[in-house]
């Protein structure tokens, strides 16, 4: 689903203007993507938790090769549903 997709269903199931529902998810996007930059986990109830992870550095080596390539250190994000949700994908697969 594309955002254009998303502001349109929940503009049909709120009534509300499809421009006032791009206004809301724009400002909830910018203020999930600060608290993140701020390396604060951002959890939804029912949903699940975007959490910042801290990814050391390290050395690798290139497949193929023996040489060896150091990767600094960096932070990336990582999803962790919630039961409920894991619970109703695992029902909508039962389904198919």
Do not use: H
């Not at 594309?2 to 203020?31: F, G, H």
């Not at 060896?68 to 109703?88: A, D, Q, T, W």
């Amino acid at each position: 689903m594309k955002k254009s997709m998303l502001v349109q269903q929940i503009a049909e199931k709120t009534a509300l203007p499809k421009s006032e529902v791009e206004i809301i998810i724009n400002t909830m996007l910018d203020t999930i993507t600060d608290a993140l930059k701020n390396r604060e986990a951002v959890s939804f109830i029912g949903f699940g938790s975007f959490v910042p992870v801290k990814k050391n550095a390290r050395e690798i080596y290139i497949p193929g090769t023996t040489k060896k390539v150091k990767v600094e250190e960096k932070y990336g994000i990582r999803f962790r549903p919630s039961k409920k949700l894991k619970m109703i994908i695992e029902e909508a697969g039962k389904e198919e």
